[in-house]
């Protein structure tokens, strides 16, 4: 169970961001970053902060249904307003794991004049059709980010899948993380119910 699903810590996400920034700054310089909704622009917001680019675009993106649940093809539920033509763009999302995502942004940002298009992730999925021109991390495993901690619950509940919940919590847990958090949105209190935080 431990290497199918992997919690990322704010500490250990920060870390895996700057060593993808470090690797975006000896090579590319963009002009606008522009980040995957919803989580890829959590990691835009942080490399525009790092490698010092002020301007930050939005896409929006539904593949996923649920975890581990794609549709047919990516779509895109909110349109880029930015002015990408003739700019250096650097798209961001937090996985690469089909890859389909950058591939239609790609083409999105080309179809919109993009001098020139990198993309970039933290992890990349070793099955993805596309590769990031940056990544940080190869792995296996589905992330759990913070900021999707409570989603992953609530679907491992829905699921029935308490050994996955409990991996995760556990993981939460050692690295000191949203136990309290946890505990309300499950509605469980700390050893009470089939799964403690």
């Known amino acids: 169970m431990s290497g199918k699903y992997r919690y990322v810590d704010w500490e250990t996400l920060h870390d895996l961001v700057a060593r993808l920034a470090l690797a975006v700054g000896e090579s590319y310089s963009p002009q606008v970053i522009v980040g995957v909704l919803r989580g890829g622009y959590i990691i835009a917001r942080i490399l525009s902060d790092v490698l010092g680019v002020e301007e930050l675009g939005i896409v929006g993106v539904k593949f996923y249904r649920g975890i581990g649940e794609t549709s047919e093809r990516p779509l895109v539920t909110v349109p880029l307003v930015d002015d990408v033509r ?64 409570c989603d992953f619950a609530r679907e491992m509940v829905r699921r029935g899948d308490a050994e996955a919940l409990e991996h995760v919590v556990s993981s939460v847990r050692s690295s000191g993380g949203l136990s309290r958090a946890l505990q309300h949105i499950l509605g469980v209190r700390s050893g009470e119910g089939s799964t403690s935080v």
Do not use: H, M, N, Q
């Open 86 to 149: 003739g700019r250096d763009a650097l798209v961001v999302d937090d996985v690469a794991d089909s890859g389909r995502t950058l591939e239609t942004l790609a083409a999105e940002l080309r179809l919109r004049g993009a001098r020139t298009i990198k993309t970039a992730v933290v992890f990349l999925k070793p099955r993805s059709i596309v590769i990031p021109d940056f990544y940080a991390e190869v792995t296996d495993s589905w992330i759990v980010f913070p900021w999707e901690l």
